[in-house]
């Protein structure tokens, strides 16, 4: 793989470093993210990414929440501030995207980074020490690792939820929406009480899985 093409999944990216900072406004607040190349969306926050936050459900009494695939924060943040009660995961398997979290916490959280928690690994192989179930799960999937993988990860979601959590994701209509909403359908309703989409904006579609 050459350099300029190195995808922004991979654990130690090799590209050459170069910091950025985004600001953004999310749910009529300002945020300024810190980046680095090498990671996904570094230049500006991903469309996809930003209908999700606008639109995405947190629970009403809080709870254990988790951004999978986090990047550098950017979901997982907004989780956090707007849900203090919460107990806020964030987890990724890109190095250089944690260490942007871990900056972007400190800057946007400073009063309550403690409740906030930073994990690296692949998916939930950070949590299998631990006895943890989740309130709600949101991620914006790396469908460029293939639709295969994340219909994989969807079976295995309903055993980190609790009753009634939720799992909710953004999916580009143009990467296959229609086609992974069917293939939910008929495959992994006896895994959830709810397959939705809750919401359609810019060719993106949200979706909500409510565990049984």
């Avoid at 900056?103 to 006895?131: A, C, M, Q, T």
Wanted: charged fraction near 20%; glycine fraction near 6%; charge should be positive.
């Amino acid at each position: 793989m050459e350099r300029k093409n190195q995808h922004y999944s991979s654990q130690f990216p090799d590209v050459r470093v170069k910091v950025f900072t985004v600001p953004v406004s999310l749910c009529r607040h300002l945020y300024l993210f810190k980046t680095i190349t090498g990671i996904f969306s570094y230049k500006k926050l991903d469309l996809g990414t930003k209908v999700f936050i606008e639109h995405m459900t947190i629970p009403k009494k809080g709870g254990n929440l988790l951004d999978l695939g986090c990047g550098y924060g950017a979901i997982g943040i907004v989780l956090a501030y707007l849900s203090p009660q919460s107990s806020v995961y964030l987890i990724d398997t890109n190095k250089r995207a944690l260490w942007c979290t871990k900056e972007n916490i400190r800057y946007n959280l400073s009063e309550r980074s403690g409740k906030v928690i930073v994990l690296h690994g692949s998916y939930f192989k950070p949590l299998h020490d631990k006895n943890i179930k989740f309130d709600a799960i949101y991620m914006n999937p790396p469908l460029r690792n293939g639709r295969k993988e994340f219909l994989a990860l969807c079976k295995d979601i309903p055993s980190f939820l609790k009753r009634n959590g939720q799992f909710q994701f953004v999916i580009k209509k143009k990467m296959g929406a229609n086609y992974i909403y069917n293939y939910l359908i008929q495959n992994l309703s006896d895994l959830y009480e709810n397959i939705s989409v809750t919401f359609k904006r810019s060719g993106y579609w949200i979706f909500s899985l409510v565990s049984i």
